[in-house]
């Protein structure tokens, strides 16, 4: 058994938990999320607590995930997820116009990115970028998507990247005489 899917969830305040059938749907100040899972778990509101059980002893590998899942769903409703972009190089630049985010990352046209439904982007600084939601999965997908643009590479740092990611470094050319 999973030492996480052991452990109960609780449910906040004003946090509204439904289970129909492995479908959980949890409302919260926030929105609205619903997943489906795997019938090879049993989830339950007890006390207040949502529970995940094993149905199936061989299924122990989504015991843990089942439980994460939720638990992730929970926070999103109540406090939300986002992820913070860091963009590096000279004349690179974001701009929000609308409900599009505009990227100048030296191509010789501008990047224009659609927000996609649940998510909000925020560009607090011509070099960052923050993408906001309550879906844990989508908020890191739409980072993802937005970091594929210009990946940083490793002379110069140069392109998108996570805040607080770590960019391995490579020395350039040994420029020496022959």
Excluded: C, W
């Amino acid at each position: 058994m999973s030492r996480i899917g052991k452990n109960p969830i609780a449910i906040p305040q004003g946090v509204d938990v439904k289970i129909e059938d492995h479908t959980v749907t949890v409302k919260g100040p926030k929105g609205t999320l619903t997943n489906t899972f795997l019938k090879d778990v049993n989830i339950e509101v007890k006390d207040g607590k949502v529970v995940v059980t094993l149905v199936n002893e061989k299924a122990g590998n989504i015991h843990g995930l089942t439980r994460t899942l939720i638990s992730n769903m929970i926070i999103g409703v109540t406090e939300g997820f986002e992820k913070a972009l860091e963009i590096n190089g000279i004349g690179y630049r974001a701009q929000k116009q609308g409900k599009k985010l505009v990227l100048t990352l030296g191509y010789s046209h501008p990047v224009e990115v659609e927000e996609p439904e649940g998510i909000t982007i925020d560009v607090p600084a011509q070099n960052s970028i923050i993408v906001k939601g309550i879906d844990k999965q989508l908020v890191g997908q739409v980072a993802a998507n937005i970091r594929e643009y210009k990946l940083p590479e490793p002379y110069k740092g140069k392109g998108i990247k996570y805040v607080g990611e770590h960019i391995r470094r490579k020395e350039g050319k040994a420029g020496g005489k022959k």
